[in-house]
């Protein structure tokens, strides 16, 4: 079964309490096609970059089997970058810069033989893009978005449109509470199923996140990091390998999802050890599962 | 098995985003004793109280055949009163005031035939009073110690001897954080185990609950509750379900503290479904096992 990815490739500047890096790989797409290639046999990613690019992040995406075929070089132009520090509790960061260069002018246009692909990835960009994905695709047999607070602000209206055309959506806890304008997580949770999609995930962070759908809710733990080294990507890197995992599947039911959770919150806390996608390359099928086992243990009676 | 709850027992005057309630039957001891009472045979409860009581609370505590030979009633004087108003995201509460009374002068002597009670369990009362409650017990099995920010602020040497002397602290997320001064929570929970007792819970509302032990984790679900009507007292019920099933197993691994957990959550859970100890009087063992196996469900995997 084929997962296509589409979101944003960037460069990011971050700060954290304990260290900091500069231009390196990010994007919602890298981090989402890169952990979904542990379990789904063929990844398509459409995004865009500049021509600074560099081979190095080429070829880590080759290293992981991701098809790149999809993915525009524009000469002449520079990749999106984006800066950011983080607070002494990581859960905040300040925007430093958002330098959109090449994204500013993204048109995801889908290549054709790509627009028959069953699952499909919505990484966190712009909802008005997101819509003309959807409006491409051809065979779509299940569909995640993921978002962020901007997009509810900003566009919520293009927003809504999205929501109601995926199966699952994927945001955290404050942007459901922000979507839904309700305090409660749970009755939070209710309302934004009611907006269309059939399943729900709410990342809750350090307190791992909640399954919603079939009239059931799933609770995954958190993996008890004592060390969160560098907390971006890792939504992504959790989507990433949630989609991936159902597509390798191909089954759509609550019991499998729940393992999709577990597993997307595995690669989520492989994320956060290391700075940009560091984290989430080169893991082994043996170090997957382990963790795998580990998030059973931690909430197992 | 016999268990001993000390602690505070108080008139509580509550206002929260729904509804309020005035001079309400409340208290560590009073929620942890009758929280404890579905699972220990023998719950003796420790407190003092002024002649304002009221026979309907005496009652109350008799049904739950909870031994209230030590609970002083002192002649002339008046029960510890607190008000609080609760925030619109329930999770902050400013108080209105607090009127120590009769529990100024509570000097917790604890009944010769309960002296040999094996377990224990020191409701969130000022730390000197806890050790003086530790120092007259002469067979002890297992010991556990609910606290609060206050006390960790202000008495914090006193609550240090406490921690090395009990078998289990209970605190919430915030107050680990505070007590280790450590951000990340499972750094803090090491510093915390560190400090002395073998065993650490910490709860996180919302968002279940930790226990730490025998150098392994478990992490608890927190039930999905759509309304929380009032959460005073929760954190109680959560102690003395945890030690009532404790007890009553009177089996000390951390297998059957898992479940005690569970158990502990179920009655947290009950409990803010209504005002005072409205939400866990007179519950049935059908209603716990079904709120039990609810918990369990929300995270198999």
Known sequence: ?????????????????????????????????????????????????????????????????????????????????????????????????????????????????MKKSPFLLLGNIMPALQLKVLDQMTDLKFSVCDTMNLWIDITRDDLLKVIKRVSLLVINDSEAKMLANEDNLIKAAKKVMEMGSEYLIIKKGEHGALLFGEGKIFSAPAYPLETVFDPTGAGDSFAGGFTGYLTKADKIDFGTMKKAVIYGSALASFCVEKFSTKGIENKTKDEIENRFNEFIALSRV
């Open 1 to 113: 079964m084929s997962l296509l990815v589409v979101g944003s490739v960037a460069f990011d500047s971050v700060e954290t309490p304990i260290d900091k890096i500069d231009k390196a790989l990010g994007g919602s797409a890298t981090f989402c096609s890169v952990a979904s290639s542990y379990f789904a046999d063929d990844v398509k990613m459409v995004g865009v970059v500049g021509d600074d690019f560099g081979d190095e992040n080429i070829q880590m995406l080759k290293n992981h089997k991701v098809d790149i075929s999809g993915l525009e070089i524009v000469e002449g132009e520079k990749t999106f970058s984006y800066g950011c520090v983080y607070r002494d509790d990581m859960n905040i960061r300040d925007t430093l810069f958002t330098d959109l260069n090449v994204f500013e002018k993204f048109d995801p246009v889908i290549p054709e033989e």
